[in-house]
């Protein structure tokens, strides 16, 4: 794992996902959860529908947004800034907060398991804890009556 880590260490491609999964990668490469997706693919590695891309490799004349025609769209435009994705934006920061950088996302993604796990935990113990008041409750009840 070490060696895969220093030899990303040069890499000069794909620069922005190496960076911000490299720190992480061990507990990247474990994680049990978390599958990629086409579309998280394309985002985490700005290969897909974004103008600068495309435009790279001679689908597009220029890196323009179609969105929102901001002059370079890219998956970072897309995630952080392109009006015509306010609404799933607004969905994304209410899930994992408002910093959308790729690293933070990439904490988000591996710490999803935990978020899901502690919300569980919480509700089985708010859940334990209402069955215990109930229980109290029928037992004042049967010792007034
Ligand atoms: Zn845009």
Redesign the pocket.
Known sequence: MELWVDGLAGAEHGVRTIQAIRPRLHQWSVRKYGSLTFRITQVLSGHGCFGRYLCRIGREETAS??????EE?TAQ??LE?????SNERRTLVTEIGGDLSLPSVIDAMLGIFLFVLNKKVGWIAKSLTMEQKRIKDVEKMNKEN
């Open positions: 947004c179609h969105g929102c025609g901001a769209d435009h897309t800034v392109c009006t015509a994705w």
